[in-house]
């Protein structure tokens, strides 16, 4: 009786099993189709009212290249969304200057992350377009970063919470260094570097920023932050010199407002209007001039404006010259590309379609790279000779940062246009990997063996480098280092020692790179292209931008994703925070791919906000 109850209940539960293996398959596919099946029963893109507000709320950082959706990581987040292309949120700022539909601007920037002084440098100007056009910008937020307040701080009016707040601290630049840590540990850093100033390798050497970096850094830091305040002065119509002045009379203005932050700003003109949510609705309201059906003012979003807008100028400019964009976002890593870091491959596959592309008149290479491996700058570089022997002209428009490699696949361009913030030089080339020979000994291990050559085993994780491998290594850098200044040499029509007195290493905002040839305009993507077609001899042309189209499970289980309303992993901001901060460390140690370990990156160039 005992095994016959068993039985039963194995049978049961492998019953239950079936069930389940049959059933989870088909709800996914259930709602994969119910999902399609909507948006396919859709005649169109959803009509736009008469009268609304362009509502510009991005989530996550402003990108140049979107990478296609990690089908596990979409499943796993429910609340992944896309990151927003920069160029679309000008392009649709430009847009609806001139569509009458479009009354006004919304900037909601709670979500957003930065965006960068070169980003709003770009953005600034399409706003400066639409308010010339006589409508009015919009900011809101319960709280602004340092960052998108610059971008705030270009509207005509700026709402805040009267909880909330904002902080402006200036711009920083700290780093952890590890030679004693790696001491400790009797971890061995090889480096090995060709140009002084390749600051990249200094956290292993050093327990401070040597005197050569602090004024290396202070020069170009003090750039950027006298661009930025200069921005928001001039966006809020202040005195130059008066966020500096705040800054360094903010605890003094703080006590005289009762320690309201909120209070604070709004009596230094930082904030124009506090507000609560319901507030801020009521003031929307008559910005706009529109009412919906629920009493608020109707908004377009970014995405649903786009796509209107893609169908009634399609057929406009069907036939003309095309003008490929070609993005480059992130650090320069062999193979595909992935969410902050941009794959040769990937890279190379976008200048070949744009190359098979119809009508092809000239190409815009967009640079937002910090650089990374050598192999993959190079293999881009290659890529982009073969434009240049089809005789296409080729323009480089730089974005917040182009050093390093980013420099290098620049370099060769019939021109170079950079924003004045842009993070730019950085030429030279390092290499660098640990070696454990003295954690060994410590615990007593010993490593013992024989080679058929003197080079067999010379670079060995566990017994270091010998100096006939060091001295290989060493001459590898500067045999890269000294292809880096041949290219720039020759791409720029520049002597080598005229390449040397601003490379070594040296980091130049796109200013001072435009005062030492390394940069030929300064300007934003806009202009670059328009650069592009002067050289291509066209007057009317069109844009597009290459991209991966996403692949089919993809798409699939990004819309599993959105439509199941529970998730197998913890929800919460804590386990969100939690994740996100081992990302910068992942990300860093996974770009280390170069197969000769040679890069050429520029570790410090990340864009400021």
């Given amino acids: 009786m005992i095994l016959r109850f068993f039985k039963a209940i194995w049978r049961v539960l492998s019953g239950v099993s079936r069930v389940i293996s049959v059933l989870v398959p088909l709800i996914f596919v259930g709602v994969f189709i119910a999902a399609f099946s909507l948006s396919l029963g859709d005649s169109g893109p959803e009509a736009l009212p ?3 507000a362009l509502l510009i709320a991005p989530a996550g950082a402003l990108v140049e290249d979107a990478p296609t959706v990690e089908p596990l990581a979409a499943l796993f987040n429910q ?43 770009e953005i600034s100007a399409a706003i400066a377009e639409f308010k010339e056009a006589g409508k009015p910008v919009i900011a809101k937020a319960d709280f602004y970063s340092q960052a998108n307040y610059l971008l705030a ?37 090889h480096i090995f570097r060709a140009g002084d100033n390749k600051s990249a390798v200094e956290p292993y050497l050093r327990d401070d920023m040597s005197e050569g970096e602090r004024e290396v850094i202070t020069r170009w830091l003090t750039g950027l932050w006298s661009a930025f305040t200069g921005l928001a002065e001039s966006g ?25 932050l909120a209070e604070t700003l709004l009596a230094a003109g930082w904030i124009d209007v506090l507000a609560d949510h319901a507030e801020m609705d009521a003031a929307l309201l008559k910005w706009v001039g529109a009412e919906d059906e629920e009493g608020l003012a109707p908004m377009v979003s970014l995405e649903q ?22 993005p480059v976002e992130g650090t320069l890593v062999p193979g595909e590309s992935e969410e902050g870091m941009a794959g040769s491959d990937t890279i190379t596959h976008y200048i070949e379609t744009a190359l ?15 650089g990374g491996s050598v192999f993959a700058s190079d293999q881009i570089r290659r890529s982009l000779v073969e434009v240049r022997e089809r005789g296409i002209p080729l323009v480089v428009s730089m974005g917040s940062v182009a050093a390093s490699g980013g420099y290098w696949i620049a370099a060769e361009a019939d021109e170079i246009w950079a924003l004045p913030t842009t993070i730019t030089g950085s030429i030279g080339a390092f290499s660098a990997f640990p070696t454990i020979e003295g954690v060994l000994d410590y615990i007593g291990v010993t490593v013992d063996g024989l080679g058929t050559t003197p080079l067999a085993g010379a670079a060995s994780f566990e017994r270091g480098l010998s100096p006939e491998m060091a001295s290989i290594v060493q001459a590898l850098s500067v045999g890269a280092y000294q292809d880096f200044v041949q290219l720039v040499a020759n791409g720029r029509g520049m002597s080598r020692d005229a390449v040397e007195q601003v490379a070594d290493g040296l980091v130049w905002t796109g ?44 798409l699939f289980i990004e819309e599993l994703s959105r439509s199941l309303t529970q998730s197998v992993l913890p929800k919460g901001s804590w386990f969100q925070a939690l994740a996100n901060s081992f990302t910068p460390v992942v990300k860093s140690v996974s770009s280390l791919r170069d197969p000769a370990h040679l890069y050429v990156q520029c570790l410090l160039c990340a864009p400021l906000p």
Avoid: C
């Fill in 50 to 52: 008469d009268k609304a």
């Fill in 79 to 121: 609340a992944y969304q896309p990151p927003t292309v920069l160029q679309d949120v000008i392009t649709a700022i430009q847009w609806a200057a001139e569509d009458e539909r479009i009354s006004a601007v919304v900037l909601d920037l709670e979500n957003v992350s930065g965006p960068t002084t070169s980003q709003t440098l």
């Fill in 153 to 189: 701080a270009q509207a005509d009016q700026i709402l805040l919470h009267p909880e909330g707040g904002l902080f402006l601290e200036g711009f920083s630049v700290y780093r952890a260094y590890l030679r004693t840590f790696l001491d400790r540990l009797r971890v061995t850093m």
């Fill in 236 to 260: 809020r119509g202040m005195a130059p010199g008066s966020m500096d002045a705040f800054i360094a009379t903010f605890p003094e203005q703080l006590d005289a407002a009762g320690n309201d």
């Fill in 305 to 326: 404006y786009q796509e209107d807008m893609a169908m009634r100028r399609s057929a406009s400019e069907q036939g003309l010259p095309l003008i490929a964009i070609v």
């Fill in 356 to 370: 098979e592309a119809e009508a092809l008149a000239a190409m815009v290479l967009r640079v937002n790279s910090p």
């Fill in 511 to 554: 200013q001072e790179a435009a005062m030492n040839g390394l940069v030929d305009e300064l300007g934003g993507l806009d202009q670059a292209v328009a650069a592009a077609a002067s050289l291509a001899g066209v007057e009317q042309w069109r844009t597009r931008r290459t991209s991966v189209p996403p692949s089919f499970e993809s």
